[in-house]
């Protein structure tokens, strides 16, 4: 059955947990008109939501916060974080309230999120606004992490209006509708644990099991065991960005999702040239996110999300579930790029074979994507040089030759070509977003109010992997003026 606004069963259990964990908090809406500036049939489709409402005129008012749905309770979260290595004692969603929740057909739980709906609590000095630039910078990446099959935070829509906001020049406000099962960071749970407020902890950590790890609710290690998945999880992701090439730009620990979610779009940015030291955002002065450090940075937090669980472990067990962290992520790791060179397996051969072509693509700032979508294209037979591919290699007969012992290895293996092929095209992406995109996409929506871009890339970017004639452009290498495209924490 598809619900309309009116008929959609809303209810919060966060709200029911008390106001240790929040703040009540109604959204401001915009002073001037709200419009709906675009749609995710696909989100919509998470919350059983019929398509036809985003043509209801109380559409972008709900989704604005000037119209209520019946059985919301909004709130802020509060949260802590450690922001580049400092802690923060106090955090809290600055900008964003957190409608409710709503349970789907598949009886899946989705919390719907309202970002730069004005002043909460825990704005500090901020306006509790978000600007439409970095709204669709959210909207676009988190469906194009999802595409990639990356777990992510998902978007319903973006809504906007003539409201001023100011940053370094004045900018067009909108709204992102967020979606996720559960907005819970690992700051949620360090709040309580620098307050000295044990209790908290274990309720929160209560609610994250029985709503969201079900499989743990009555093991006796269940706390152990929660932060054992956490932790996981977070190494399984942290393989995957670094796998496809994803910066995420502010790894602070009040970002970590619970769930192992790639949480708060920000100065994200995917690699082109390949640089393991590349920083995607620009105040990011030491390169404390540089993309190479991001698998540590994520041991780091995860390591603060078991401080912040002591009160609850045995810190003998949560020192051993950390030491877990770098093998299932090296472990992961080295599966997706066996996987991205055509190996079933990880072994220590196509290992090196993949270190070899790194430090290659790393002496020539060859654009990442292009050449793991290019090598599936290789035969596994002869010995002819693929131009094109070799041509990206400043040390053309350097390439050749690791080629040869590409397909030696590949040999090897006995895989029919075509299937390794298909396997490979399959995990190698032809698109990603690469930072121009984004731009033109942003360009054309706040000069001309002109959404198509954002249609045209929502399409390339949820089958990423599949061939999109009318938009090969975007597969190429960004032309020449994306170089001075900068992303900061302003936003
Ligand atoms: P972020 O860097 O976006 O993860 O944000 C860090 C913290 O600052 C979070 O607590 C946000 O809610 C808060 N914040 C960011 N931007 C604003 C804003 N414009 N107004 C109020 N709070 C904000
Ligand atoms: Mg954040």
């Not at 675009?38 to 119209?67: C, I, S």
């Not at 469906?143 to 777990?151: C, S």
């Not at 040239?273 to 105040?283: D, K, L, Q, V, W």
């Amino acid at each position: 059955m598809k619900h309309d606004l009116h008929s959609l069963p809303l209810s919060n259990s966060f709200a029911a947990l008390g106001e240790t964990f929040f703040s009540p908090v109604s959204p401001t809406p915009f002073e001037q008109t709200a419009r709906l500036l675009h749609f995710n049939a696909d989100a919509a489709d998470l919350l059983d939501l019929d398509h036809q409402v985003q043509h209801a005129p109380e559409f972008a008012e709900v989704f604005t916060g000037k119209r209520r749905l019946t059985g919301d309770a909004p709130l802020a979260m509060l949260y802590a974080g450690h922001q580049f290595g400092h802690f923060v004692p106090q955090l809290g969603d600055g900008r964003a309230v957190m409608l409710g929740e709503t349970t789907n057909q598949h009886g899946d739980k989705w919390e719907i999120q309202l970002k730069g709906s004005g002043q909460t609590p825990y704005s500090r000095a901020g306006d509790g606004r978000a600007v439409l630039r970095s709204t669709i910078r959210e909207y676009l990446c988190s469906e194009a992490m999802h595409g990639l099959g990356i777990p992510t935070t998902r978007a319903l829509c973006i809504t906007g209006s003539d409201d001023e906001v100011y940053r370094e020049r004045i900018e067009t406000g909108a709204m992102l509708t967020r979606l996720a099962p559960s907005h819970v960071r690992f700051g949620s749970f360090e709040v309580f644990y620098y307050r000295e407020q044990h209790e908290p902890i274990c309720t929160l950590a209560d609610y994250v099991i029985e709503h969201h790890y079900p499989e743990l609710v009555g093991r006796e290690d269940q706390y152990l065991a929660l932060l054992q998945t956490v932790i996981t999880r977070t190494a399984r992701l942290l393989a995957q960005w670094q796998a496809v090439g994803f910066a995420h730009g502010v790894m602070n620990t009040d970002n970590m999702s619970i769930l192992g979610l790639t949480l708060d779009y920000g100065p994200y940015g995917f690699m082109e040239a390949y640089e393991p030291g590349y920083i995607c955002n620009h105040s990011d002065h030491e390169g404390r996110y540089a993309f190479k450090n991001q698998p540590q940075i994520g041991l780091f937090n995860v390591s603060c999300l078991a401080q912040a669980l002591l009160p609850l472990i045995e810190v003998e067990a949560a020192k051993a579930a950390l030491e877990d962290y770098q093998p299932a992520y090296i472990e992961h790791f080295h599966q997706l790029m066996a996987s991205k060179l055509g190996f079933e397996q990880a072994d220590a051969d196509n290992e090196s074979l993949c270190k070899s072509l790194l430090e290659q693509m790393k002496q020539s700032r060859t654009d990442y994507t292009t050449v793991f979508r290019q090598l599936a294209y290789i035969n596994d037979e002869g010995n002819d040089c693929h131009a094109e591919l070799r041509d990206l290699f400043i040390d053309r007969e350097k390439f050749t030759q690791w080629l040869s012992a590409y397909r030696a290895q590949l040999q090897q293996q006995g895989k029919a070509e075509s299937l390794r092929r298909e396997a490979m095209l399959a995990c190698n992406p032809k698109y990603v977003l690469r930072n121009y995109m984004a731009q033109v996409a942003i360009e054309k929506a706040e000069r001309d109010q002109d959404y198509s871009e954002i249609d045209a890339l929502m399409t390339l970017l949820k089958t990423p992997f599949d061939e999109h004639p009318a938009h090969a452009h975007y597969a190429e290498p960004p032309p020449d003026w994306a170089g001075d495209i900068e992303v900061s924490c302003s936003s």
